[in-house]
């Protein structure tokens, strides 16, 4: 049973370029989650969605930052332009609906640095 | 707004030893409790899901409680091996359960 795939792995990329990371949650799954890990601010939660629908995008930092899900298998977050201190690792998780809560899945990440 | 800490922030401890990882969190009113283990450039893996009317949850060496009215969750681990080594973090879901509020984390050293 494939976990929640994340690409690319890594990404350097100069100030003011367009990055584009990419998720895949697990099959079934209806919610998926972007959250943003750095040593200073430990692990935020960027923007959920449920059905495809964005639910809560407080976390989104500014407009520089935009995410969306086409369909139930595929996600992205943009960033345009990227700015240096945009550098973190970004995770994706997703998680059924259930009869009692159930745990997120995490993927491996991304790991982006802007230079 | 909802508050998680962990202590300690660091652990070494010599294998075969029984530890006891905690966290605490600010608002009781929780819909569960996860424990989660990161290692270093991977993501986080679910270890174990407390349910706000459950006490303990177990996974093998793993046992995970519950304390809602004093905002405390525990995990023991026992018997620790070297491959334990990671860093252990807690989370608690706001409202309906989607948003988690994450702990620092516990780096954890089982040194063989």
């Known amino acids: 049973d494939a976990g929640v795939i994340q690409s690319p792995r890594h990404e350097v990329t100069e100030m003011g370029q367009e990055v584009t990371l990419r998720c895949k949650p697990i099959?079934?799954?209806?919610?998926l989650f972007w959250y943003r890990q750095t040593m200073m601010r430990g692990l935020e939660l960027l923007i959920y969605?449920?059905?495809?629908?964005?639910?809560?995008d407080s976390g989104m930092p500014e407009d520089r930052f935009s995410a969306k899900m086409p369909n139930a298998s595929f996600s992205t977050l943009k960033i345009q332009p990227s700015e240096p201190r945009d550098s973190a690792v970004y995770f994706c998780?997703?998680?059924?609906?259930?009869?009692?809560?159930?745990?997120?899945?995490f993927g491996d990440g991304t790991r982006l640095s802007i230079l | 707004k909802q508050e998680v800490t962990q202590i300690p922030a660091a652990l070494s401890v010599p294998e075969g030893e029984n530890l006891v990882l905690n966290c605490s969190f600010t608002?009781?009113?929780?819909?569960?409790l996860q424990w989660f283990r990161q290692d270093p450039g991977k993501g986080l893996t679910s270890l174990l899901l407390i349910q706000s009317s459950q006490r303990e949850q177990t996974s093998g060496r793993l046992n995970a409680s519950l304390d809602k009215s004093s905002g405390r969750s525990t995990l023991y681990i026992a018997a620790s091996q070297p491959g334990d080594s990671a860093t252990y973090l807690c989370?608690?879901?706001?409202?309906?359960?989607?948003?988690?509020?994450f702990g620092e984390g516990t780096q954890l050293t089982v040194n063989p």
């Open positions: 989370a608690v879901p706001e409202t309906s359960g989607s948003r988690l509020t």
């Open positions: 998780a997703s998680r059924a609906t259930g009869v009692v809560n159930q745990p997120q899945h």
């Open positions: 969605f449920n059905n495809n629908v964005p639910i809560d």
């Open positions: 608002d009781s009113a929780i819909y569960n």
């Open positions: 099959s079934g799954h209806d919610y």
